[in-house]
């Protein structure tokens, strides 16, 4: 059974940090590249960051390039999105997501609110 499971999300003041982690079980984690996405409240889920299976690929949204950093460690099966310089537009919930043939696979969400 694949699962994945966010963590880490929370409050924080403009200008903070925080760093997302996403446990994996149930396939064989080194052999996938993994995404993050987010979700706003009356938008459309959007692809933050994407890590090739090796880490040696990292892509992501120009909202976000330069103040995130996607990273995966595949001996803990994790995959984690460190966010610096944290806006309140990235306000929204946060999935790790797996395209696992033939189905996507997505984690439950993790809330990360920016506010003062």
């Known amino acids: 059974q694949v699962q994945l499971v966010e963590s880490g999300g929370g409050l924080v003041q403009p200008g903070g940090s925080l760093r997302l982690s996403c446990a994996a079980s149930g396939f064989t984690f080194n052999n996938y590249g993994m995404n993050w996405y987010r979700q706003a409240p009356g938008r459309e889920r959007e692809l933050v960051a994407y890590?090739?299976?090796?880490?040696?690929?990292?892509r992501y949204a120009d909202s976000v390039k330069g103040r995130f950093t996607i990273s995966k460690d595949n001996a803990k099966m994790t995959v984690f999105l460190r966010m610096n310089s944290l806006k309140p537009e990235d306000t929204a919930v946060y999935y790790c997501n797996a395209r696992i043939a033939p189905n996507d696979c997505w984690g439950q969400g993790t809330q990360v609110t920016v506010s003062s």
């Open positions: 890590i090739s299976s090796t880490g040696t690929i990292r």
